[in-house]
């Protein structure tokens, strides 16, 4: 072996390391830098089909899929990162977990119900992309479809329901708490009434922006391209559980609402203003927004509530408040709420078994494609 | 093995090597490879088994040695001297033993033991059990008998472990003492870390010893070989004869081996704990073997699992030659490029080399000679060809059963006797027929790379049968592979 200084051998490797750390934040398009969508390099869509819905999993070993906050490797592992076609009327579904299709496989999903009824309009092939991603938060779809933007859509459908419009509940999804400079960008940019200096929005770090800090989101990235293996040997993209406990039908006796309590529910208590923010970032591309369907329990207290997630009257007066809405800014929506029969429900209050969301299905494309 | 540790015995290493005496390092090395022992022992559901099974690792290798080290010394003050160091040695062991066990009375800082040590009364009753076994055993040493004895326990409970119907019988029987339900009993409860190894290393002990090819050791020595840290659990199998050159020469670590064993450390790791770990998330295994649809794709699995194994493995080898580097043990190499090589004979000179080395040496060599003794007048009974198949179907079948008593790891190790034969009479067959290959150095060179594929190829559909649990499952994915 020649002649090595091991004191020159661990300079060098010291300061190496210290460059590719420094010099990481600056290059890197790690979740917490940029406000702006950028393209990800992505073996999605290329080697492996893109997948249908968003990277989303607790148990990735079982359902070869994982959880992670970078939206730019997200988006560019789902398959309206595929080129548009010129015939193609691109259409977005934005939403919680029953978008997503919790417990459905993606043949059941309701994009791919949207998808198998072969719409057209004007000679253009309607494709329906499901960007559903399974948390509670109007300000989440909102961070979602500023990205969605970047993929041309010519329709935006987003489904909400009360439980995703409380102040308290915008910052709580995980994936907006991992993305607190886009988000605190929207905020200031839509003057949404959330509050940026929210420690659930705290800046990431210098170290934590280092090579090092960013050691888990690299790693999450690596494993979602190992995952397009799986994905495209296995078309699974989920954990299906071998059985669930349907929807809690005997309920408690309690009417509040997120420290709400009757007889009013107040516009304001909602963040109405996000959806107003949706619309605008949208600009020319229409927006429509359905109302989706909740489990209406026949069980115990059901004359205080309609389900687990809310009191009648809570429930009653978001929907005069959203159809208020609507008529006010001129938005168009749908009102689905009690489309779905109590047999249609898998393990929550809004998760639909395949054949509720074809009839969801059906309901969106004859009041959006049929009128 | 996991990272933390890693790091643990790097670091560990890294002082033994550098500010060890001569008179020390045997000390520190023993006492290190015993506590490594302990604490990497994983969890068992069976009380204190996972205090009990490396208890057991030290009092079977204390047995052996004990039985095989020499009786009599003729240099009367050697002898004393001997006996007092192994007299040292002893105690330190039982010692040792006797701290991890009263860790239990150190909360919140317990234990070294992934579970709470047994009361201590019972360890120094197993202490003074093992130590009443050892001082027989040395009256005995040596004898044929008795050594014998001792290989077929090993062996015994080398098929007990290996056996899923035989663990868990086992497990029934040790929860039924330990007043423990027997309804959860698992094959899985006897998971006894190092064993393999550990019984590899004290059978080829016995067999020298029988032999007569066993050197002099002291108890220090042997215990050291036996249970070294850095290839207790994953090998390579040195030869003690080797391994002792090794240990008995003076080493201070200098510059030099550093930086060559913290290289293979680095090639190690990164082949374990990035290659390895990252190719098992997409590697053929018995779920997605049926949730792929694809041919294309399950060949992709496949591959995957070939590569997986392959740098899982030879990366646990070069973090336990880094190591022993940095101790001055030159642990002997197991893998050489085994994917590169044209035919399954020259796969299996390079493929977990030491234990087919270990089989060659303890098994087929002696089977095939003693198959060739078989005489009918001035000839052999059996043809070559026959004394050859049993050797090498027989030894591959060993190899399978080693990784488990199943049908499909015996499958797999058929698949590859088969192989090594085959290749074996096509050697022979094609040698005089495709010498003129020797003149078109081209040609050559490309049907070098055929075999190489074709032998990459049969080595990898040979990896269905050790993956998957069941031979009808293999045997479907091995249709699905093909089209069907």
């Given at each position: 072996m020649q002649n090595v200084s091991a004191r020159r051998v661990l300079i060098k490797a010291l300061l190496i390391f210290l460059a590719a750390n420094l010099l990481f934040p600056v290059f890197s398009s790690s979740p917490?830098?940029?406000a702006e969508p950028k393209a990800s390099p992505s073996l999605y869509n290329f080697v492996f089909p893109g997948r249908q819905r968003l990277p989303y999993g607790d148990q990735p070993d079982l359902a070869y899929n994982l959880s992670l906050f970078d939206l730019d490797a997200m988006f560019a592992s789902?398959?309206?990162?595929?080129p548009k076609a010129e015939d193609e009327y691109r259409v977005v579904l934005l939403g919680d977990s029953s978008v997503w299709g919790f417990l459905l496989e993606p043949q059941d999903t309701l994009s791919a119900y949207l998808n198998a009824a072969g719409l057209s309009l004007a000679g253009r092939q309607v494709t329906f992309y499901n960007l559903g991603y399974p948390t509670m938060s109007v300000t989440k779809d909102l961070l979602l479809l500023e990205h969605a933007l970047a993929y041309q859509p010519d329709l935006i459908i987003w489904l909400v329901t009360l439980e995703s419009l409380p102040r308290d509940k915008q910052l709580s999804s995980p994936i907006v708490q991992h993305n607190p400079v886009p988000v605190r960008t929207l905020i200031e940019t839509y003057a949404l009434d959330l509050d940026p200096a929210d420690p659930a929005l705290e800046n990431p770090s210098f170290w934590q922006r280092t090579l090092v800090g960013q050691r888990r989101p690299l790693a999450d990235f690596l494993r979602l391209q190992m995952y397009g293996v799986m994905w495209a040997a296995t078309s699974i993209d989920q954990y299906y559980p071998p059985s669930y406990d349907s929807p809690q039908s005997d309920l408690e006796a309690d009417d509040s609402f997120h420290g709400l309590l009757p007889p009013t529910l107040q516009a304001s208590d909602l963040a109405l203003d996000v959806l107003q923010a949706g619309v605008q970032m949208a600009g020319e591309v229409p927006v429509l927004f359905v109302n989706e369907p909740i489990y209406i329990s026949q069980g115990q207290n059901s004359n205080i509530r309609y389900n687990f997630f809310y009191p009648r009257w809570a429930y009653d007066q978001y929907r005069q408040v959203l159809l208020e809405t609507c008529q006010q800014k001129d938005w168009d929506c749908l009102d689905a709420w009690d489309l779905v029969s109590l047999g249609e429900y898998t393990n929550s209050a809004i998760h639909l078994t395949p054949a509720g969301e074809k009839l969801l299905a059906d309901q969106i494309s004859q009041v959006t494609f049929k009128k | 093995m996991s990272l933390s540790h890693l790091l643990v015995f790097v670091i560990l290493s890294l002082v033994l090597g550098r500010i060890a005496s001569a008179r020390w390092r045997g000390r520190f090395l023993l006492a290190a490879s015993g506590l490594a022992m302990y604490w990497l022992q994983p969890a068992i559901p069976i009380r204190h088994l996972d205090f009990w099974l490396p208890t057991a690792t030290l009092a079977l290798s204390v047995l052996v040695w004990a039985s095989t080290a020499?009786?009599?010394?003729?240099?009367e003050d050697k002898r004393c001297l001997q006996q007092r160091q192994n007299r040292i040695t002893a105690l330190t062991l039982g010692g040792l033993v006797l701290v991890i066990a009263l860790l239990r009375y150190t909360q919140p800082l317990c234990c070294l033991t992934p579970t709470i040590p047994p009361a201590v009364h019972q360890v120094l009753l197993a202490l003074a059990l093992a130590a009443g076994i050892g001082w027989a055993a040395r009256r005995i040493s040596g004898r044929r008998p008795w050594l014998h004895a001792l290989t077929l326990v090993l062996l015994a409970v080398f098929v007990v472990l290996k056996s899923e119907f035989l663990a868990q019988a086992a497990s029934s029987g040790l929860r039924l003492l330990n007043g423990?339900?027997?309804?959860?009993?698992?094959?899985?409860?006897?998971?006894?870390?190092?064993f393999s190894y550990v019984a590899f290393r004290l059978i080829h002990s016995l067999r020298d010893r029988l032999d007569g090819r066993l050197p002099e050791l002291s108890l220090e020595e042997f215990i050291i070989y036996i249970l070294f840290f850095p290839a207790f659990t994953a090998g390579p199998i040195d030869r003690v004869q080797r391994f002792i050159q090794d240990l008995r020469r003076p080493f201070r670590l200098g510059l030099e081996d550093a930086l060559a064993a913290g290289r293979r450390l680095l090639i190690g790791v990164f082949n374990k704990f990035v290659l390895a770990d990252f190719l098992a998330i997409i590697a053929l295994n018995a779920v997605n073997a049926t949730q792929a649809h694809a041919t294309g794709w399950l060949w992709i699995l496949l591959y995957a699992y070939a590569f997986r194994i392959y740098f899982d493995f030879a990366g646990y080898t070069d973090i336990a030659i880094g190591l022993g580097g940095l101790l001055g043990i030159r642990l002997p190499e197991n893998f050489d490029h085994p994917y590169q090589k044209p035919n399954p004979t020259l796969f299996w000179n390079s493929w977990h080399m030491t234990l087919a080395q270990w089989l060659r040496g303890y098994y087929f060599n002696p089977l095939t000679r003693s198959l060739r003794m078989i005489k009918q007048g001035q000839s052999s009974l059996l043809p070559l060809p026959l004394i050859i198949f049993i050797g090498q179907v027989t030894t591959m079948l060993f190899i399978g059963l080693w990784h488990g008593l199943t049908w499909n790891f015996a499958i797999w190790g058929l698949w590859h006797g088969l192989g090594l034969f085959i290749h074996n009479r096509y050697a022979d067959w094609s040698r005089p027929r495709l010498a003129w290959l020797d003149e078109r150095p081209g040609l050559k060179r490309l049907s070098e790379l055929g075999s190489v594929l074709l032998n990459f190829h049969f080595v990898t559909l040979g990896w269905v049968w050790f993956a998957l649990p069941t031979p009808a499952l293999a045997w479907q994915t091995l249709l699905k592979l093909f089209g069907g």
């Open positions: 917490g830098k940029g789902h398959i309206i990162a595929a | 020499p009786g009599v010394e003729v240099d423990q339900p027997t309804a959860t009993a698992s094959a899985l409860d006897l998971r006894w870390l190092g």
